[in-house]
């Protein structure tokens, strides 16, 4: 029995899951916290995947890992290999003017072209432009660029801080992750210079873009690294999102996503037009407001978030002509990054605590499904819809998704799927081929579909 690892070093922690590479038999896994705030000193990475892999109990049986990693933050490095300055991460808003100044000075037909999305404050881009423009003797000392991820793999590989020019020289990424720099291309698979002369001031040394299951390292103990990838692509990983499977998360924030054959490119903004980790491409709408806005309507109610799904099943469909608009931090699809929540239609007779529970969790799949509508507005395929996230275990959620979507939703269970995601990849650079591991998954049956209830939202979400 060969074994193989997959690590997702996310924003909040570590985690490392050990597989059977034949089979996806999950053997052990471990677990370490991240420290919080939007600057991080890449070393707490290494430190926490050093006590999730001792968690796990350690690789030393292990064949194979690959590293799926939090997308878009800048880790810059000096000449010698060492970290300039803390890494922004991809909530590290700070550069939100440089990201601006980007779309005003070329117009974002231009950047939906090149790049496939239009400059926003988590793309690598801005932020380089950020610290040339507030830092410009950091930014004068970075020799080398690289993302999460990258460094982690660069790490585990026996690279660090001292290993001057061969190090930097072997820095690795994936198509995936540098699809959300802003100075790659996923149409061309080609780092963009003219771009990085523009930001940064200089052209860095950059990762070199591996194949999907290109060996990005082999450690002296003969431990294969592979190429890694963004979080995303490897949560497309994780539940086998193959074409025309649309992957909806609902955490923090909410994410739609799904996997194309040819680039997108969306001059709106809405979408991101990124790669995949398989070769194809992975178009993606985020949406800000996802399970805080049931975290707040429960703590609102004196609830919690259980009691907060059966009142909200006890209500009818349409919660009795109540709409919520879960606008609660504005949104990013649309892009309304000053709107407010708000709640239209309420009579005397439909204030109830249940029908208000039913609008909170229609209000979220309804916007979920604005993100929707901005991937297949492009020609994107949509055939099924795979519901993940820590708010997709919700009945609630799930029937209403059923609903109002009108396709086919199944609910995988509750897994790592970013770290299973970098471990069938790690399993397919062992093995040369990407294994097609079994996944549980439950399909939902929805009463009936219901599209009245996404008419009544856009109606008053456009007021």
Known sequence: MHLVAGVDSSTQSCKVVIRDANTGALIRQGT????????????????ALQEAIAQAGGLDDVSAISVAGQQHGMVCLDKDGAVVR?????????????????????????????????????????????????????????AAVCLPHDWLSWRLAGYGPGSGAEGLAALRTDRSDASGTGYWSPSTAEYLPDILERTLGHVPLLPKVLDPLEIAHQTDTGLLIGPGCGDNAGAGL?????????????????????????????????VAGFADATGNYLPLACTLNASRVLDATAKMLNIDLPQLTQLALAAPAGAGGLSMVPYFEGERTPNLPDATGSLHGMSLENFTAENLARAAFEGIICSLADGLRALTDLGVLAE????????????????????ILALPVSVPEPEEYVANGAARQAAGVLLGVMPQWQMSEKPVTASETDTSVLRRYRQVAAC
Not at 91 to 106: H, I, K, P, Y
Not at 247 to 266: C, H, L, N
Not at 384 to 403: E, P
């Open 32 to 47: 370490a916290r991240h420290p919080s705030g939007t600057q991080v000193d890449p070393e707490h990475w290494w430190i």
């Open 86 to 142: 803390p890494a922004l991460l991809w909530n590290d808003t700070r550069s939100s003017g440089a990201a601006q100044e980007l779309v005003d000075e070329f117009g974002a037909e231009y950047w939906a072209r090149r790049v496939g999305t239009i400059p926003v404050a988590s793309l690598t881009a801005t932020k380089l432009l950020w610290l040339a423009t507030e830092e410009p003797d950091n930014a004068a000392r970075t």
């Open 238 to 270: 994780g539940v086998a999102a193959t074409v025309g499977t649309v992957v909806i998360s609902v955490g923090t924030s909410g994410t739609v996503f799904t996997v194309a054959e040819k680039p997108t490119q969306d001059p709106t903004g809405l």
């Open 384 to 403: 099924r819809i795979v519901l993940v996230g820590g708010a997709a275990r919700s009945a609630a959620l799930q029937q209403i998704a059923a609903s």
